[in-house]
């Protein structure tokens, strides 16, 4: 069982909305930031949002991410075929001494 | 061009060990961190540890205490990860990645392609 938790998965159309969540504890996302990333099938995953709510450059605004007490959420507006993927988030535990990675939310765009 | 290449999937018996290589190239090596995170077939990413590349302090999760070993090669920009008396839930994808400059909290910038460990009896 994931120390994060992520809803399996999530569907919109194109050019809607999406919000995946990430729950946690005070040990992680409450005592620090939250990066998500975005991995396709067989490939490494690829940085989206770090400290919650900043963008490496190259990431397009359509994605956004935001953190409130222990939970943290990740935003895609203006969907498009090509953001389906799974997405995961992540953060620090220092209960665990450990990064940790949640369960993962698969995103279908319909 | 900045990047990180890891050594060719492996194949390894029960209770052997494993090594694979991640090269970094387009940047200074000694100014990140590495960590690296493990995916099996089908399941979320599991972080294992990290290595400072500049002073080699290393950690490790918990549970590979004494069976994981970190190492680095300055002169070829190369960190290697080890891991020993491997077992059949050994087998995922073992990925380096390195930390973000400008983060606060660990985050993972480049990644490696993957190297596929496969462990079988």
């Known amino acids: 069982q994931s120390v994060l938790t992520q809803p399996p998965s999530v569907s919109a159309a194109p050019g809607q909305k999406v919000t995946i969540s990430c729950s946690g504890t005070?040990?992680?996302?409450?005592?620090?930031?939250v990066s998500w990333y975005q991995q396709f099938p067989g490939t490494a995953p690829k940085l989206l949002i770090y400290?919650?709510?900043r963008r490496p450059s190259g990431i397009p605004d359509r994605f956004s991410g935001s953190k409130s007490g222990t939970s943290a959420a990740l935003a895609i507006t203006g969907l498009q075929t090509g953001d389906e993927a799974d997405y995961y988030c992540?953060?620090?535990?220092?209960?665990?001494?450990?990064?940790?990675f949640g369960g993962g939310t698969k995103l279908t765009v319909l | 061009q900045v990047q990180l290449v890891q050594s060719g999937d492996e194949a390894r018996k029960t209770g052997a060990s494993v090594k694979v290589s991640c090269k970094a190239s387009?940047?200074?090596?000694?100014?990140?961190?590495i960590h690296w995170v493990r995916q099996a077939p089908g399941q979320r990413p599991e972080w294992i540890g990290w290595?400072?590349?500049?002073?080699?302090?290393?950690q490790y999760l918990q549970k590979f205490q004494g069976r994981l070993t970190f190492t680095t090669d300055t002169s070829a920009s190369t960190v290697y990860m080890e891991l020993s008396s491997l077992r059949s839930e050994d087998t995922a994808t073992y990925y380096c990645?390195?930390?973000?400059?400008?983060?606060?909290?660990?985050?993972?910038?480049?990644w490696g392609q993957g190297s596929l460990v496969t462990v079988s009896s």
């Open positions: 400290d919650s709510r």
């Open positions: 005070y040990s992680n996302i409450g005592s620090n930031y």
């Open positions: 992540a953060t620090w535990d220092y209960s665990l001494s450990a990064g940790v």
């Open positions: 990645a390195r930390e973000s400059p400008d983060c606060i909290t660990p985050a993972f910038d480049l």
């Open positions: 387009g940047y200074t090596f000694t100014k990140y961190a």
């Open positions: 290595i400072n590349a500049d002073t080699y302090n290393t």
